[in-house]
């Protein structure tokens, strides 16, 4: 069974946020501006990605 995977993109600088959503931006493995990665669709993923919801794009979201 195929696990479902996310693309995520930063699109705002973590700089000025704070130390909790620089760690989320950090344990998704976004590194710099524009930088997509891909994630497994968790639910530990799915709250980094709400908490820092104002600094990234989403992408392949199952409805």
Not at 11 to 16: E, L, R
Request: hydrophobic fraction near 35%; proline fraction near 5%.
């Amino acid at each position: 069974m195929a696990t479902k995977k996310l693309k995520v993109t930063l699109v705002k600088s973590p700089f000025g946020t704070g130390k909790r959503n620089m760690a989320c931006v950090r344990g998704l493995g976004l590194r710099r501006l524009r930088h997509t990665v891909e994630v497994e669709d968790t639910p530990a993923v799915r709250g980094m990605i709400n908490r820092i919801s104002f600094m990234v794009k989403c992408e392949g979201e199952p409805e």
